[in-house]
């Protein structure tokens, strides 16, 4: 909009495309409700009042608040591609998405950035992009590719970027090492966000004043303060997995609530359906105490002014008309969205025309000479062995020490005590690598599952009770050029293709939750008893999280940062 048609609009002396009027309009600035009609030209608010309009729609009093924002997202993780991702979301009030493309990018590269670039121009979501840091996330595991300081530089100086995606090398940042701190440097002038679970004391402090401002790792409150109370950001996370909402909100107060903003992180098709995004962020804390204006400041004008992102998270002259329509406080039902003005959902499904669906040609990222089940054994040896146990919607674990069960000289599964064996394959390079180790809490009785979706670097991670079941879930992976299955006694009883990257499903989003759905069903009637177990399986190959991880490398002591015997107390 040239400025002088802005403030012509804003005079009254244009006619305006829209008038919406009659709404009870929430104000994230002032943090009041206020009656407005609400007027929209050339895709912005351009003033309050009477306006000439070629359409009005009266909103019967219904509130109207700014869409909401995500401020830290990795879009792959719903597995399926940004126009399935705006299509889930649109219709829950997500119209700003500040993602971090590093799944894709620990594949691909710079090429997997490239290829969700690609598909971001055809989609009406607002998409913002953190460039990823850590690709590989550590040298502790075999990545598909290696991203340093100048191979993001180009990218760095582009509008769609807003900085530097979470620095989950914390050792390096503290301890000084160089590339690390380039990457740092040369996102001067924008953000970077933190990954530093637990991270405490002069660490922090260290972590902190290398200008990493913003954590999205905390899952308890004290830690929460610590880090805000030291000039971060806290981006409150609740995914399909790690569900830290409940624990941090009391946190919130409206002294602090400024510095905090809802995030997703990682969510599965079906929550993403059926719950939504942030718009549950908000409906949650609402239900646990937090005034509903507060909670819709920290979907909307918080993460807006952090990034900055500039004319969103707030209705107000010059912003772009990117509003929402709701009936009540508490429930925060969306009935109506508008993206720049124009309505793109209605009744939580996305109007048609809206979004085109593109098809993206693939690739095979999988690099494997071939699996054998003698691959899988382990030596028995003297001593217990670190068993990663898993703790329910967190992706934390702890690092168990169990006696393990053994035959003919080699340690095996033991489902009675629901010890099952674990294992990652290296998909990228060829190298052979399999890491090896044991994990409890997902009550498998008999079978195998594995998926490609395996953070950071994405190898092939597979568990189960019986090595040729778990060999033969990684040739199945491999088959489908990337996917989730599940086996039992050789055959295949539900699996779910992701041929792009690995990560990425050419399906809707209806038919990958179908899939999913069915995953989950077989896994229970296996004996499974966690809520989303391939979620859960994808973060155990995550050595960045503590405490105890496992990568092709190895079994991954997080706290101490190195792989470790997989017998023995050290």
Request: aromatic share 4%; glycine share 10%; with cysteine.
């Amino acid at each position: 909009m040239e400025l002088k048609d802005a403030i012509a609009f804003a005079s009254g002396e244009m006619e305006v495309d829209l008038l919406l009027k009659d709404t009870q309009l929430i104000n994230v600035l002032s943090g009041k409700i206020e009656p407005r009609d609400v007027a929209i030209a050339q895709g912005k608010v351009v003033g309050f009042g009477e306006y000439p309009t070629r359409e009005a729609m009266d909103l019967k009093g219904r509130f109207l608040l700014p869409g909401f924002i995500d401020a830290h997202v990795h879009i792959e993780s719903s597995m399926v591609g940004v126009q399935e991702y705006a299509r889930a979301t649109l219709p829950h009030g997500i119209t700003t998405v500040v993602t971090d493309f590093h799944e894709i990018a620990n594949v691909m590269g710079i090429r997997g950035i490239r290829l969700m670039q690609d598909w971001m121009g055809s989609t009406p979501l607002n998409l913002y992009v953190m460039l990823p840091s850590c690709v590989p996330a550590t040298p502790l595991e075999t990545s598909g590719a290696e991203i340093k300081a100048e191979d993001l530089q180009g990218l760095m100086k582009e509008k769609w970027v807003k900085g530097l995606g979470e620095m989950m090398n914390f050792p390096g940042v503290i301890h000084r090492v160089p590339e690390v701190l380039k990457k740092i440097q040369m996102a001067q002038g924008k953000r970077v966000d933190g990954h530093a679970p637990g991270l405490s004391g002069k660490d922090l402090t260290a972590y902190i004043i290398a200008g990493i401002s913003s954590d999205h790792e905390c899952t308890r409150r004290e830690e929460a303060e610590e880090k805000l109370s030291q000039g971060m950001y806290i981006m409150i996370r609740e995914g399909s997995t790690a569900k830290n909402l409940e624990e941090l909100i009391p946190l919130v107060t409206p002294k602090n609530a400024r510095r905090c903003m809802f995030v997703s992180d990682d969510r599965h098709p079906a929550d993403l359906i059926s719950e939504g995004s942030i718009d549950h962020c908000v409906r949650k804390a609402i239900q646990l105490g937090i005034d509903p204006i507060i909670a819709i400041q920290m979907a909307t004008i918080n993460p807006a002014e952090y990034f900055p992102l500039q004319g969103l998270g707030a209705i107000a002259p010059g912003y772009q008309a990117d509003l929402l329509v709701i009936e009540d406080l508490k429930e925060i039902k969306i009935r109506q969205v508008f993206k720049d003005g124009r309505l793109v959902a209605e009744e939580g499904k996305v109007l048609p025309g809206v979004i085109e669906k593109e098809r993206i040609e693939t690739e095979n990222t999988f690099h494997i000479q071939g699996i054998s089940v003698q691959q899988f054994q382990i030596k028995a040896q003297d001593g217990r062995a670190k068993v990663i146990e898993v703790i329910p919607h967190q992706i934390v674990t702890k690092k168990g020490l169990y006696e393990v069960k053994t035959e003919g000289g080699v340690a095996v599964a033991d489902p009675s005590r629901d010890i099952l064996k674990i294992a990652v394959v290296e998909r990228h390079k060829g190298t052979g690598n399999v890491g090896l180790g044991f994990v409890k809490g997902f009550g498998l009785r008999d079978g195998a599952i594995a998926s490609s979706v395996a953070h950071d670097s994405h190898n092939i991670v597979v568990m189960g009770v019986r090595d040729e079941d778990m060999a033969q879930a990684v040739h199945g992976i491999v088959e489908m050029r990337g996917g989730l299955i599940a086996i039992r006694g050789g055959r295949v009883l539900a699996s779910l293709p992701l041929p792009i990257g690995g990560l990425i499903a050419d399906l809707s989003i209806e038919e990958v939750r179908d899939r999913l759905d069915l995953l989950h069903r077989t896994v229970k009637e296996m004996g499974g008893k966690l809520e989303d177990p391939f979620m859960t399986l994808s973060f155990l190959a995550l050595p960045v999280i503590p405490e105890l991880k496992i990568s092709d490398k190895g079994l991954v002591d997080v706290t101490r940062f190195e792989i470790v015997p997989l017998f023995g107390e050290k």
